[in-house]
């Protein structure tokens, strides 16, 4: 079965250093891979996603992930946190043929200090 | 504007009674989805539907009931088999296979 993990529930950094979020999956086939941001008491939304082609993937508010299929990583990175990057961050697998269901992993909640 | 429509907001029942929770799309997409969340433990699948009148269980579906009698709506009952039924309610829908999900901005239910 597919599966995502997010080894850190929490992940502290300073405003200004980088980021990196890891997330590890589980999957037969090529994954198509996501990662979303949560605000508190808020819906989901997509910061980035793999599909196929280049493994460096750019997404919305400097964020970026490289899938490695050796590693089976889609780890996410910014290279400049600034404190509204405070948040909660899920990394998802597709699974199944047809429309896609997503696999969500437990989330990291990230947290900015001054 | 496009999107996702969950309602309401808040929600509070008392435990035995059943309550629904809806959800409407305006982007045209086939695909819907109910998520329930739960502190450390990421989302989890429900139900969810590729085209009008059809729909699957998901991972946690006992409890729950669904229906699809138009694409754009997707309304979730959560009824008193429900034994743990207080938590944060996801809705979502997809346009095609590899497309990305768009999330609604969740139903909190409070049974007490």
């Known amino acids: 079965a597919q599966s995502v993990t997010q080894p850190d529930i929490h992940i502290t950094v300073s405003e200004g250093a980088s980021l990196e979020l890891r997330c590890n999956y589980s999957?037969?086939?090529?994954?198509?891979l996501f990662w979303y941001v949560q605000s508190p008491g808020q819906g989901l939304q997509l910061l980035l996603k793999?599909?196929?082609?280049?493994?460096l993937v750019q997404g919305i508010k400097g964020f970026e992930a490289e899938f490695k299929r050796s590693q089976s990583s889609f780890n996410l990175r910014k290279p400049s946190v600034h404190w509204s990057d405070a948040a909660e961050y899920f990394c998802?697998?597709?699974?199944?043929?047809?429309?896609?269901?997503?696999?969500f992993g437990t989330g990291t909640r990230l947290l900015v200090s001054p | 504007d496009g999107g996702i429509t969950q309602s309401p907001k808040y929600l509070f029942r008392k435990e035995g009674q059943n309550v629904t929770l809806s959800c409407e799309q305006n982007?045209?997409?086939?695909?819907m989805y109910w998520y329930r969340q739960d502190p450390g433990q990421g989302l989890r699948l429900i139900y969810y539907?590729?085209?009008?009148?059809?729909?699957q269980k998901g991972d946690i579906a006992e409890g729950y009931s669904v229906s699809r009698e138009k694409k754009e709506s997707f309304p979730l009952t959560v009824t008193s088999a429900q034994k743990n039924p207080t938590a944060f309610y996801l809705c979502?829908?997809?346009?095609?296979?590899?497309?990305?999900?768009?999330f609604g901005q969740g139903t909190r239910l409070t049974v007490v």
């Open positions: 979502a829908s997809s346009s095609q296979r590899g497309a990305e999900a768009f």
């Open positions: 999957y037969g086939a090529t994954p198509y």
């Open positions: 793999y599909f196929s082609g280049d493994t």
């Open positions: 998802a697998v597709g699974a199944g043929t047809g429309f896609q269901k997503l696999v």
């Open positions: 982007l045209n997409h086939d695909a």
């Open positions: 539907s590729q085209i009008v009148n059809d729909f």
